[in-house]
């Protein structure tokens, strides 16, 4: 196995676009501040205060609108889709599918047997649907701000249609990419991509709207699970607290990423450097003899999930089984894709400098083997 030289190598070798890379300072404050809170009771002051903490603070960085409210749950992202076929969609939802995420929502409402077949707008990997069809019986309007696994980013805008909602999958982009929330009405995440924390919990601003939807779904007489209730997560949520335990270090790793944000200069500034490493990676891709962005449209390419294509002549999967022995990890393509290619992630807690070395780290590699 070739041995890149030291010299060469980002300071942190993670870059995986599934959990961030988690930076140390969250460690320092996970030790410091952990043992206070670690092993205590999730419905007394200590916990309830740093979950106060974290919803104000995610109400500054993204510029709560009046009415809005951060709420949250247990289970991730993938949980909140069927809180929401359960607690959001009335009868029909509308889904752009243009990946793995976008489409795993819609096979969601599609397998619900209280809900009408969804309508799902589909476009081949790499590209995007234009953007939703606005049709009579659709009440949820729903569609992935970043695409994780293609590298491929949409527009949020609140889709022009009389009581309706906008709902949009952000785990991969909250805290890395710009947002009006006013352009939503649900903007759910877990922030283990670039709020640097981990999965298993997911926090979402409602709006106005979206709460009344709660409240309506949850007065219809439809069966809900206890755990998968949107109106037992924002009663919880209004008393600082989830319906069950949540993972405690999670919480606090969440609460040291915002306030690191906030020094720099909150979410204007994460969207600059997102924009600033993902640049890099374009570029060099563009300049590049054997590779080339696998989003053709650049208006298309995410700044925080890079996707790059390589020449039949270079093995994607040797180089990253090199950089991987070298240290540095997680550049596999999405495995579903199954494309020749390195999947970068330059999530906010990735500096631009750890980006450039991993490029010539790359270069050398491909020219290593040859």
Known sequence: ??????????????????????????????????????GTSHRQAPVKDLVARI??????????????????????????????????VRSRAEHL???????KFASVTQRAPFLEPPVVVEAPAGSRPDGPRVIPGVDVYAWPQNET???????????????????????????????????????????????????????????PAALERVADVAASGRWIPDVLSLATAVENSRRHQTYNTPAL?????????????EERGGLEWAARRTAETSGLVYEWAERSDVARPFVADPAHRSPVVCTVDFDAAVDAARVAAVLRANGVVDVEPYRKLGRNQLRIATFVAVPPEDVRALLECIDWTVAALG
């Open 249 to 261: 270090a999670g919480l606090v790793l969440l609460d040291a990423q915002l306030g690191w944000l």
């Open 97 to 103: 599918a243009f990946g793995e995420f976008g489409a």
């Open 1 to 38: 196995m070739p041995v890149i030289p030291p010299s060469l190598l980002p300071t942190d070798g993670r870059f995986g676009a599934g959990p961030s890379r988690v930076r140390h300072e969250q460690l320092s404050a996970l030790c410091h501040g952990g043992p206070a809170l670690l």
């Open 149 to 207: 696994s293609t590298g491929v980013a949409m527009p949020v805008r609140r889709v022009p249609a009389d009581g309706a909602l906008t709902v949009v999958d952000a785990t991969s982009a909250a805290g890395g990419m710009a947002v009006d929330l006013a352009q939503t009405d649900v903007y759910y995440f877990s922030p283990q991509k670039n709020f640097g924390s981990d999965g298993g919990i997911w926090f979402a601003a409602f709006s």
């Open 55 to 88: 919803q104000q603070r995610l109400g500054a960085f993204f510029s709560l609108p009046e009415g809005y409210e951060i709420v949250l749950g247990l289970g991730g992202a993938s949980t909140f889709w069927d809180s929401a076929a359960f607690g959001l």
